[in-house]
């Protein structure tokens, strides 16, 4: 009798650990989607880009009339500006003194202009608008934003699956040893090239299954699509992180955090697609749905 009750009091208790466990565990996935909402309802997110132009060599007109090579809002900007000069990949801002364009909250008439692919990257602001120069395949562009719009005040929740601790699986990093450069494509219709230190190899359903990874410091990035892509999910993959293993070669992949690419929220992102073999024959019901707003 008493063995069998000290057997029930250990089942109850070791129930109540698991059970304790797994709100925690979902604690801190609903904590992680707040986090994510709360930096997409920032005014400056990827719901407030309002344009991407591409800059060509000389003169580049900034303002709302047409024939400028960045057109902005009509109601937000002159119809002329100002202008970029590009010449041999260096960039000059230059726009008269009564423009009011701020660079750091100081007006500018002449200043020299850095992409994204540098440390010092240069945001200029004009009223409710801002914009900053992206690198992309050996382009610049121009990416605009209006901090005055709606749609981040508006966005009150985004879409997932029900939390699924099922959906944490285990995987052995297959390194390259001489590292491997992926290919990997996006939706400008070019590719980049992104180091992988290695693959990915996991089992779920009784079926092997991989995903190249790319190298992003202390985390894996992965770009991957799946069987539920187009329908429940956005159809052109999503992306998640994984922190690299201190000691040893397995890692745990979290599908319960993959998450949208910029693309979900404006057609002027240049988000990378899925490597072909990062495509799996699998309907990953985790992490982050499609997007309607």
């Known amino acids: 009798m008493q063995t069998k009750l000290l057997f029930l009091i250990l089942s109850l208790l070791l129930t109540n650990v698991s059970v304790a466990a797994a709100d925690t565990y979902e604690q801190s996935i609903l904590q992680w989607q707040t986090e994510r909402l709360e930096q997409l309802q920032q005014e400056d997110s990827w719901l407030s880009v309002t344009g991407l132009f591409w800059l060509e060599e000389g003169v580049n007109g900034f303002g709302s009339a047409v024939d400028n090579k960045v057109v902005l809002p009509k109601a937000k900007s002159p119809e002329y500006l100002g202008s970029y000069v590009v010449k041999n990949n260096i960039i000059m801002a230059n726009f008269p003194p009564d423009s009011h364009v701020q660079h750091n909250g100081t007006n500018i008439v002449k200043l020299p202009v850095y992409s994204d692919a540098s440390e010092d990257s240069t945001t200029l602001t004009f009223g409710s608008l801002q914009w900053n120069v992206i690198e992309r395949n050996n382009q610049f562009g121009v990416r605009v934003k209006d901090l005055s719009l709606p749609a981040t005040k508006s966005l009150t929740g985004l879409k997932y699956f029900k939390i699924d601790p099922a959906w944490i699986v285990e995987a052995t990093l297959v390194p390259y040893p001489e ?99 990062n495509n799996l024959a699998l309907m990953v019901e985790a992490g982050e749905m499609d997007f309607h707003h």
């Open 179 to 277: 590292g491997k450069i992926l290919q990997v494509p996006t939706v400008m219709d070019w590719y980049l090239q992104a180091s992988s230190l290695g693959q990915l190899r996991f089992e779920y359903g009784g079926k092997e299954y991989q995903l190249d990874t790319i190298d992003s410091g202390d985390e894996y990035f992965i770009i991957f699509g799946d069987q539920t892509n187009g329908k429940q999910t956005y159809g052109a993959g999503r992306f998640l992180y994984i922190p690299k293993p201190t000691t040893g070669n397995k890692v745990k992949i979290d599908f319960n955090q993959a998450y949208n690419p910029p693309c979900v929220f404006t057609p002027f992102a240049t988000c990378p697609l899925p490597p072909a073999q």
